[in-house]
Nanobody, 129 residues
Framework: QVQLVESGGGSVQAGGSLRLSCAAS????????MGWFRQVPGKEREGVAT????????AYDDSVKGRFTISQDNAKNTVYLQMNSLKPEDTAMYYC??????????????????????WGQGTQVTVSS
């Protein structure tokens, strides 16, 4: 059984920072793709950042490029999302996702949300202006 547990969410003012953590059990984070996705009530879930954990290749949504960084710590079997310069539009429920994969192009899907087969319960991020 795979379990992904997010933590680190909270309320911050615009311009502030948060570091989200995704701790995995029953799954090795270096097995393929890990990603962070976010969702606002009434809207579709969207990709924020992904990392191909075999090589370290990352992908980011344009809205967070230069502000967010996804990373992995294999020793802790954990994936992180460092969020800096937060904006009110970053407010959402943030979910961690995973799927074991061996990819020739080292690119983990960012927009194909349904491809991921393991999901955490989410952690809320609220950014006030």
């Amino acid at each position: 059984q795979v379990q992904l547990v997010e933590s680190g969410g909270g309320s911050v003012q615009a311009g502030g920072s948060l570091r989200l953590s995704c701790a995995a059990s029953g799954y090795t984070v270096s097995s393929g793709c890990m990603g962070w996705f976010r969702q606002v009530p009434g809207k579709e879930r969207e990709g924020v950042a992904t990392i191909y954990t075999v090589s370290g290749d990352t992908a980011y949504d344009d809205s967070v490029k230069g502000r967010f960084t996804i990373s992995q710590d294999n020793a802790k079997n954990t994936v992180y999302l460092q969020m800096n310069s937060l904006k009110p539009e970053d407010t959402a429920m943030y979910y961690c996702a995973a799927r074991a994969a061996s990819l020739v192009d080292s690119k983990c899907p960012l927009s194909f949300v349904e491809w991921y087969n393991n999901w955490g319960q989410g952690t809320q991020v609220t950014v006030s202006s």
